[in-house]
Nanobody, 124 residues
Framework: QVQLVESGGGLVQAGGSLRLSCVASGRTLSRDTMAWFRQAQGKEREFVAFIRWGSGNRYYADSVKGRFTISRDNAKNTVYLQMNSLNSEDTAVYYC?????????????????WGQGTQVTVSS
């Protein structure tokens, strides 16, 4: 079992930045993928980014490439999502997630563990 605790959501102006954090606990992460998803009101949950816990390899959805950066701190069992140049289309509930070494694109249906979600609202 893995428990995920997220923080960092909030209200930000368009063009601004925000950093989300997700702390994992319950077991040691090894051959795992930690990912961020988001779900806007009335829409399906969509993939944002992932990082391979062991290798550090990263992958991003086209919509956030060049603006978002996913990173990890192995010692703290924490994954981050640095979000820059935010716009109204980024408004959503953001979820941290853990799965195995699945190939991208990662569907939300493949996720083993979810965080509780944190709201990000970008004002226009």
């Amino acid at each position: 079992q893995v428990q995920l605790v997220e923080s960092g959501g909030g209200l930000v102006q368009a063009g601004g930045s925000l950093r989300l954090s997700c702390v994992a606990s319950g077991r040691t992460l090894s051959r795992d993928t930690m990912a961020w998803f988001r779900q806007a009101q009335g829409k399906e949950r969509e993939f944002v980014a992932f990082i391979r816990w062991g290798s550090g390899n990263r992958y991003y959805a086209d919509s956030v490439k060049g603006r978002f950066t996913i990173s990890r701190d192995n010692a703290k069992n924490t994954v981050y999502l640095q979000m820059n140049s935010l716009n109204s289309e980024d408004t959503a509930v953001y979820y941290c997630a853990v799965t195995g070494l699945v190939l991208p694109p990662i569907s939300h249906r493949a996720i083993d563990y979810w965080g509780q979600g944190t709201q990000v609202t970008v004002s226009s």
